[in-house]
Every structure is written in C-alpha cells, then in structure tokens.
C-alpha cells in the first residue's frame, strides 16, 4: 500500500486541472434531461473530445488515451472539482463502450467506440420493459431473424436519455420459444431506425429524462448483434458489472457534495437541528470511505482482480449515501428548499439532487436485489 | 499510489487467522469465562511461540518491524477470533510507541520475547485493561505518555465483557516517551481493527446460524428480511476496512491529519459492530439472547471497544473540528491529505 500519487499522477492532475480551468462552461448548462440542455451537454461532449478527454481509459485506437484506473480517478477528481457538466453519454462511455471492448468484434469496435469517445453519438440503455424491470429476465420484445437482419417488435421503457439520443443498446428475446435467461441477445439500434416511436416520460423533477420506446417490425442488422445470438445475458450480466462496479459513480461526484454539504452547513450553523452537524459529517465520512473503497478496487482490478457481487455492496453504499447528503441538504435549507430558484435565480440544486438521488436506490438494479445478491453470492444463503 | 495489501501482508493474516482458529476456540472462551484469571498461560505461549508479540518491535530488538498496516490487519485477526490477552495492548499499540520513543531496546526485546506486557492508561478511559499482570505501564500526565515498571494487584472493575479485565487508573508516574495523543491514536487505530474482526465474527456466526436453523419449513437464511438485515451489515463492514487501513498508513507516516482519520476509523468500525452485534442477536432469536451461544463473547466486546479509546462523541469532536472547523482540505482531489 501506497497512498502518495507519483510525480506522473501529479503531472497528470495538473494537465486535466489545467485544461478544466481553461474549457469548462463559466455558466452551469441546463439539465441535460430538456432538449435544450440535452444538447448543450452534447457540445461539452464534443469538447471534451476535442481535448482528448472523452474516455481517458480506452486504447487511443479508439480515441481514448490508454490510461489506468487511477488515472481515471484523478481525471474524475478534476472534472469535478472544476464543476464540469454531467456526461450526457454515460451509457455509452462507462456501459456499452466496456461491453463492445469485451465482446466486440474489430469492426464493431472500429464502427462503435470511436464514435462514442467523439461524442458524435449519445447512447441510450434499453432494457427495462413495462413487465420486466429487476426481473429483467421477463423480457419479451423480440428480435426475429429474417435474412441478414433482425425485426424487433415490443416495447422498452424507462430508456434514459432516449428522448433525444441517437443510438440504444438493449435486449431482445431472439428465440421466441426461449424462456427467462436463455435466447435473449444484446443488439444495438439505430434510434431513428423506421418502426421506433419515442414517448418521452417526464421524470419526478418534470423533464422528459427518460422515454419508452416502441418497436414496430424495425429492421436492425445482423451485425449490430454484440457476441453469439443468445448469449444476450450473459453480455448483459457483464455490463451491469461494469456499471455496479466501479465507474457508474466515482468518488469525486459525492466528495464534491460533501464539500458542498460542509459549506452550506456553515452558512445554515445558527439555526440547524442538533442532528444536522453530524449528518453533514457522515457525508464526509461516507464519501471518503467510497473514495478510498474505489482506490482499492481500481488498485486490485490493476493488479490482475477482478471485482464481482462485491460490486453490489458500492452500488448500495453510493446511493444511499447520496440520498442522505441530499436530504441533509435539505433539511439545512429548511422553507427554502421547495423553492425551485434560489437568492439571485439560480437553480435549487440541492432540490434537482436530492429529487435525482431517490433514483439511486432503483436503478442499475435495485438495492433490494442487490442485497439478495448479496445475502445469495457473498453469504452463501439459500435462495 | 496503490490501494492493495502486499501478498506477503494477506499470507501473514491468513496464517494468524488459522492459527488461532484452531486454538482459540468458542471452547477455549468459555474456559477463560470459568476460571478465576481470565487469562492463559499457556494461550500467552502460544501467542509467542507464533511471533506475535514481536511484530511491531524492530528487528534489532528480534522483532520482524513491521507497520501498523500490518498491525490492523492482525488486530482484526486478534478481534475475529475473541482473543483476551492484552497482545493488541502490549504488541499492536505500546511496541510501536516505544519504537518512535526510541532508547527502549531492552524493554522492546522483552516484548518480543513474550515477556513484557505493557498496559495502557489514558483520561479518555475511566479504566486500564489488564494493570494486573503488567511489567510496564505507559500513562499520561499532562499532555506527555510517561512509561513506568508496573507490579503488585490493582482495584478490579467490572465489565459486562466476562474477558475483560478492567481496574482502577493509577497514579501517573515514570518517564516521558511521548505525547499523549499518539497513544489515543494508536490505541483507537488498533480498537476499529479489533472492531471490524469482531463483527465479521458476529457476521459469520449469523450466517451459519441462518444456514441452519429452520422454520417454516425451510432455513431462515432464506427468507428476505434475514438477507436484508445481513447485506445492510455486511455494507458497513466492508466500507469500514478500508477507512481503517487508510489511518493505519497516515499514523505510519506520522500525517498531520491522522487523527481525523484515525476518527472516522473509529466511528466507522464501532457503527458497523454496533450495528452487526444487533442484526446476529435478531438472527439468532431467543437463541442470541443467551449466555450459552458464543455471540455473547463478540457482542459484548464490540460494546466495550466501540466507546473505549474515545467514544462516538469524542471522535466526532475531532472530524467536527478538521471538517466543519476547515483544517483539513476536503472535497475531490482530497482523498489522502
Ligand atoms: C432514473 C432512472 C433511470 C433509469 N434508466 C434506465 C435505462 O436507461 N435503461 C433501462 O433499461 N432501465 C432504466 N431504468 C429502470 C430501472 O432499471 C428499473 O426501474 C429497475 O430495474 C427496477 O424495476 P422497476 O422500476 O420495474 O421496479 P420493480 O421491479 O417493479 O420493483 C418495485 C419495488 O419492488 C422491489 N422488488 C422487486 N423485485 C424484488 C425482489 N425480488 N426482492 C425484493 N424486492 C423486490 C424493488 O426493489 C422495488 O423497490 C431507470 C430507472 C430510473 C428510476
């Protein structure tokens, strides 16, 4: 153990600390789940690119800069600390684009991760469905093989980002006599493709952040089929690991809130609950124990680890600790904090992050089944 | 920067951990429980002849000189398996004292050899452990950690932990060696990683218990709200571990924040056993709420460490006054300062 940055890590730090300073918005964006915003965070994606920053950890190949994990923590420290924007593509960068590296042929990768580092093109995840969320084995959209081509039919929801996005990835059920886990395959689709109708769904905070999407006999190429037809959940399985595991959520995300927490305690001191002090703390406390548990788990997947339902003890610890910060928040803002606009206009947004952070708990596989995952695989109790 | 124990430091735990699973047993507790002493000889000797004493001493003091990195991990270790002699005491927090002290080679050669036993007084306690059976006492007065011969009985007190030996502080006497506040630390450092053994004790003993027991027909490990109740405590545990070597490496370097981090280990170990020690009762059923089951030996031992060393409240105080206070950098890009 070694807990001191190199002078590289250093000088690292410095070049993306550099660059922030110099290309992050001075004005924070509009949220990215409007239209509007949705395609201002676009931009930011491209400027990243343009800087070399979109996925710091792919091969350069692929417009990455073929860093490592603790790298990747030290840009993500960066990023916010200078307050960068939220990744309009994370579903892209940190889910799909892993899967196709793991799964991809060379011409997928070729044809798939470039575009994604660029930001040319935003991806959406499609797998829930209205009957199959945390059992997600209850899929029934179907992708039928007629010649070089699958035709999907059904409906998937709850796709985020996919009111405007350009691409999805999802599953689909390409043995219509297949039931539960076997016959699904993972195949990836144009969102403009004839046959797909969006509906946007207007989230809790009022903007269309997430979007059911119907399949009408939509005509997608074979070649759009991640790994061996069939093998869809496996493929998946393996994407929400990445998406658990470690780079869904990184560190820097709730120390920058627990920071922000700090400061907004010392302006609310006088008249705060007893208990707030020592929420404010937990938040501290709780965001460095995540930061110094993902320097662990990035150091061990670099040391040839891997990280498995260990994945599922983050999951629960980042959003619940993030739910508490926020409703701490909160609670420090008293009356003020149904207010959507703060002193001088700006957006509430410990309201918009408190209102995102009862999300946490349900996506990317609910905390309930994390904890059977849990109890199952880590304990070893019976099913 | 790497965040990973050496293969060296997990072959180490590993073999203190099956050792003394394999002579300090559920049994061998509660033959301790029946006797007058509390204390073993023969588990002294044992302890010794597997070089634990010495772990922390210098090697030119025949000790192997290792941290206190390797010190939390072995504390853990000493937590899981219940163990009762003072060696976390005398090996894990007064060795690496004395070595920082310096000049106290014959005394850290005693302590290698299993024959010195160094006990620990601070104000933050209202007792000593294990003052009987001493050689040494390291005290505080004014500020300064004061190391003293120790000999003859002392006023015992009574703790609720039937394995805990507890007595009445002394007058503080003997030889400057220090500063008072690093024997906090170092005392409160080793009691998170006693901490976090025990509750993966507790856990492991819930575990097996919900394995096997039946109602309804079927385990009750299979029902969900023993799951639920089970991965919750195993969350706080697992994000504890790393909080705690964390400290481990900041009072190794001697940082100038490693008391907050030394805090936030306390506070986390002594939440997660807290909270294990009442989610294994709940599992056991009426089961847990006996003397005769083996839980009680881990439970009570959490409630002892979880506020000796500095309670909740104290180490708060000291998170209160680096974070809330602004002495220390927080935020990204903070994680290690
Ligand atoms: C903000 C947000 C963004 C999302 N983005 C996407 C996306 O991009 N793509 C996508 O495909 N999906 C997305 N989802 C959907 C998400 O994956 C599902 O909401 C999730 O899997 C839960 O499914 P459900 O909503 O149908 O709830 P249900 O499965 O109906 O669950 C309802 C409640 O029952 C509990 N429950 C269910 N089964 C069990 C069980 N076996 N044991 C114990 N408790 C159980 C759940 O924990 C939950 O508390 C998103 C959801 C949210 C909130």
Redesign the pocket.
């Known amino acids: 153990m070694d807990l001191v940055y190199t002078p590289e890590q250093q000088d690292f730090r410095a070049e993306v600390r550099a660059w922030m300073e110099a290309n992050v918005p001075k004005e924070p964006l509009v949220t990215l789940e409007r239209e509007d915003g949705y395609h201002q965070h676009v931009e930011w994606e491209r400027k990243l690119a343009s800087g070399n920053w979109g996925m710091v950890t792919w091969p350069e190949a692929y417009g990455g800069r073929g860093l490592d994990l603790i790298q990747w923590l030290i840009f993500e420290e960066e990023y916010y600390r200078a307050g960068a924007p939220l990744r309009v593509n994370q579903?892209g960068i940190f889910l799909l684009g892993p899967t196709v590296m793991e799964f991809g042929t060379d011409e997928q990768k070729a044809r798939f991760l470039t575009p994604m580092a660029k930001g040319e093109v935003i991806w959406?995840?499609?797998?829930?469905?209205?009957?199959?969320?945390?059992?997600?084995a209850a899929i029934t959209s179907k992708a039928i093989r007629d010649g070089d081509h699958y035709v999907i039919t059904g409906q998937?929801?709850?796709?985020?980002?996919?009111s405007f996005a350009d691409w999805g990835f999802?599953l689909f059920r390409t043995d219509p006599e297949s039931k539960r886990h076997k016959g699904l395959s993972f195949i990836l689709f144009d969102l403009n493709a004839p046959g797909v109708t969006r509906r946007p769904i207007r989230?809790l905070h009022g903007d269309p952040?997430?979007a059911e999407l119907f399949f009408d006999e939509v005509r997608v190429p074979v070649e759009n089929r991640i790994a061996g037809e069939g093998e869809g959940w496996n493929v998946a399985m393996a994407t929400a690991g990445f998406e658990r595991g470690l780079m869904l959520r990184s560190p820097a995300r709730f120390q920058a809130a627990a920071e922000r927490l700090v400061k907004l305690f010392r302006q609310h001191e006088a008249k705060t609950a007893p208990a707030a002090r020592e929420q404010v703390m937990q938040a501290w406390m709780d965001a460095q124990a995540y930061a110094y548990n993902t320097y662990a788990v990035a150091s061990k997947i670099m040391a040839g680890g891997h990280i498995g339902a260990e994945a599922s003890l983050n999951k629960i610890f980042w959003s619940e600790l993030d739910r508490a910060a926020h409703r701490t928040a909160m609670q420090l803002l008293g009356a003020s904090a149904e207010l959507r606009h703060l002193d001088g206009g700006a957006l509430n947004m410990w309201l918009e992050g408190y209102i995102?952070s009862?999300?946490?708990?349900?996506?990317?596989?609910?905390?309930?089944?994390q904890?059977?995952i849990i109890a199952e695989r880590l304990l070893g109790l019976p099913r | 920067m790497d965040f990973t124990i050496t293969e060296d430091q997990a072959t180490l735990t590993q073999g203190v951990r099956d050792y003394l699973a394999g002579v300090h047993t559920p049994e061998l507790l509660r033959a301790l429980d029946a006797s007058d002493s509390r204390r073993s000889d023969a588990v002294w000797q044992g302890l010794t002849e597997m070089g634990l004493p010495g772990l922390l001493v210098p090697e030119a003091q025949d000790g192997l000189g290792l941290s206190l990195l390797d010190a939390v991990l072995i504390a853990a270790e000493l937590g899981r398996a219940g163990v009762a002699e003072p060696l976390a005491d005398t090996a894990l927090v007064a060795a690496p004292l004395l070595a920082k002290a310096g000049g106290q080679d014959a005394l850290l050669a005693a302590i290698a050899a299993g024959k010195a036993k160094v006990a620990l007084q601070h104000p933050v306690n209202p007792w000593v452990a294990d003052l009987d059976g001493a050689s040494h006492i390291l005290s505080v007065k004014d500020e300064a950690l004061l190391l003293a011969d120790h000999g003859g009985t002392a006023e015992l007190l009574d703790s609720v932990d039937p394995l805990r030996r507890l007595y009445a502080p002394v007058a503080p006497t003997g030889t400057e060696v220090g500063s008072a506040d690093t024997l906090l630390d170092h005392a409160a450092l080793i009691a998170s990683a006693q901490l976090v053994g025990i509750a993966d004790a507790m856990l492991e003993q819930a575990t097996d218990y919900a394995k096997n027991r039946s109602q309804f027909g079927q385990p009750i490990g299979s029902f969900?709200a023993i799951k639920?109740h089970l991965a919750t405590a195993v969350v706080k545990i697992e994000f504890a571990k790393p909080v705690i070597q964390r400290a481990a490496v900041a009072l190794q370097k001697n940082a100038a924040s490693a008391s907050v981090h030394v805090s936030h280990a306390k506070i986390a170990a002594a939440d997660a056993a807290w909270a294990m020690s009442e989610t294994a009762i709940q599992t056991h059923g009426a089961m847990g709420y006996t003397y005769e089951v083996d839980l009680h030996f881990w439970m009570k031992r959490a409630w002892a460490l979880s506020s000796a060393w500095g309670d909740r409240a104290f180490h708060l105080a000291r998170i209160d006054a680096a974070v809330i206070g602004g002495a220390l950098p927080i935020g990204p890009g903070h994680s290690f300062a």
Not at chain 1, 124 to 136: K, L, R, T, Y
Not at chain 1, 156 to 162: D, I, V
């Open positions: 579903n959406a995840q499609a797998w829930s469905e209205p009957n199959a969320g945390s059992d997600m998937k929801t709850w796709s985020s980002r996919a999802g989230q952040g997430f995102f009862l999300s946490g708990p349900i996506y990317a596989g609910s905390n309930e089944i904890r059977n | 969900q639920h």
